[in-house]
């Protein structure tokens, strides 16, 4: 039986929000993303509801060139306040030959530098960013146990678990490239709050938000679960709690991004954009790779979780039921794309994989 028609009603997404304005009129608009008001949101849900394995129609692989790293050096990664909370809360010198003038003056100024380490200048590009060169993720046991999705402390103490199994494998792999890793901050409730970025969820809608105002991953375990307004739950699609885990490692892909500066140049890119449909593509090439990083995570962890043949099958069910529905705002790809790449991340598990930037318009629609 095919699934119902996506639910009509408000978009679940914040509209596009230029960054507040500083007092500076010089500044930066490309600077720190704590300026930003614009929120990363997860997926809505527009299909049927499932309660066990589903193979979902075959979707072919997106096809990416061989990776050849970039070696150019373009900008400074950026340096945002470290969040280390679960909660809300914000929380060269030259080497010269030596002189053999007499000139003790001129000897005494020449440092040598040989055994001094060359800075590290990371890419904060989209297409050849330094994240790219990271690789897989590793193995990381992470079983997760059972929890009952409709009790909020069983599913928000399984949410935080696997958040801790989300830190060993990124701050690895980000770390061994010089990039700066941080763990984000979590605000979880039961039923609905406001964050940094806005409230969580946003009326009518049921998805959780990464703000790098503060990098903190807000969420309303409820609203994930039961759905809201005329919103579809997660719970609809699937009562197994992996689903809503993939859900928030999607949001910390979205920390990923942040933390590897892909994010500020998204954002740049999006402020340059003359027209509207040009921002969209560019949010749902944004979204559709928080997604393939979030598919990478749960592969990551398969073996411990445990992610079986028949969940595996499931997460790619759920995500060919999730994303733009019609009539809603094109800023998170169609369903079919949102599986393209979770499956993507999940059977390639390699950083430069997910580079959606490089990616055919059709995969990202």
């Known amino acids: 039986m095919p699934p119902p028609a996506p639910l ?3 978009s679940p997404y914040p509209q596009w929000q ?6 500076n009129a010089g500044a930066v608009i490309g600077g720190l993303f704590g300026a930003i008001a614009v929120a990363f949101v997860g997926l809505i849900v527009v299909g049927a509801v499932i309660r066990g394995g589903h193979r979902s129609d075959p979707i072919s692989p997106v096809a990416l060139p061989t990776f050849t790293p970039y070696e150019a050096r373009t900008s400074e990664p950026a340096d945002p306040t470290p969040t280390e909370t679960d909660s809300p809360e914000p929380t060269t010198g030259s080497t010269g030959a030596a002189d053999t003038s007499g000139d003790s003056q001129a000897s005494e100024n020449t440092t040598d530098t040989t055994d001094a380490q060359p800075r590290r200048v990371l890419n904060t590009s989209l297409k050849n960013n330094t994240l790219y060169r990271a690789g897989g993720l590793p193995r990381v046991s992470c079983p997760a146990g059972s929890a009952n999705l409709y009790d909020n402390a069983q599913l928000k103490s399984v949410i935080m678990k696997t958040s801790r199994c989300l830190d060993k494998g990124w701050s690895q792999i980000l770390r061994q490239q010089g990039i700066e890793w941080r763990r984000p901050g979590y605000a ?3 039923t609905r709050g406001r964050g940094a970025c806005g409230d969580f969820p946003s009326a009518g809608s049921i998805v959780p938000y990464y703000c790098p105002r503060n990098e903190t991953i807000y969420a309303s375990t409820s609203a994930m679960v039961r759905g809201s307004g005329r919103s579809l739950g997660y719970g609809q699609l699937t ?5 809503i885990v993939s859900m928030m490692a999607h949001e910390y892909g979205h920390h990923v991004q942040q933390l590897s500066g892909l994010s500020n140049t998204w954002w740049q890119q999006s402020l340059r954009s003359s027209s509207r449909s040009g921002r969209l593509a560019l ?3 944004f979204e559709l ?7 990478m995570f749960m592969r990551s962890v398969s073996a411990t979780y445990p992610v079986t043949p028949a969940r595996r099958n499931t997460l790619y069910y759920f995500y060919s039921r999730v994303g733009d529905w019609a009539g809603a705002p094109r800023d998170h790809g169609s369903p079919a794309n949102n599986n393209r790449w979770f499956r993507q991340g999940y059977e390639k598990n390699k950083t430069f994989q997910c580079n959606t930037w490089l990616a055919p318009a059709s995969t990202t629609s």
């Open 283 to 285: 949010s749902r090439r």
């Open 18 to 23: 230029p960054p507040r304005r500083r007092s």
């Open 188 to 190: 979880l409730t039961s």
């Open 289 to 295: 790779q928080a997604t393939c990083f979030g598919a």
């Open 8 to 10: 009509q009603g408000p």
């Open 239 to 243: 009562n197994w709690h992996g689903g």
